[in-house]
């Protein structure tokens, strides 16, 4: 299912994260063992097949992954039943700057990779709802640096964060990054 999906955005250009990015992201996910992983922008679900797949293996967890295109989130949800992962997956349609701030449970891993502008306005909407310990990935980092100015000061300067570089291969770029952040709560 995750080859048809990656085939589908490599024909019809929609944005994703490529294989390079999806093992490390699906390793993250496995090493961390989240309850509740986030996902802000689902697109047809390529990297939702991913963290979805490392939840349903490991036994327990469940991802809510929030897309603003109706049609993408309707397709998504699609590919997600087709992979048997339908049960592990909250598909939500909706600006993800808000839907973040009706998750009410802890969130042990946060997956952002919507508009750059707004990266800094998803992990702020949810960022108290964050485990002490949570992975928060951002993609991107390395294309869009710019124009997420914000959201990599903020975790550079609060948090221990690291960008790592990727060789991909994708119609829209041979090269990119993800920053991953560890959030470590301050005791009192």
Known sequence: MIDEVDKTCRDTTVYMIGAPKAKRLAELVRQKKPQLAVECGTAIGYSGLWIARELKAAGRGKLITIE??????????ENFRRAGLDDVVDARVGDARKLVREINEPVDFLFIDCDYPNYYPCLA???DRLTDGAVVVADNVGLGAAGMRDYLDHVRSRYRSKTEWFEIDLPWGNRDAMEVTIIEKKGP
């Open 68 to 77: 603003i295109d109706a049609a993408r989130s309707k397709q998504a949800r």
């Open 125 to 127: 909407g949810i960022e």
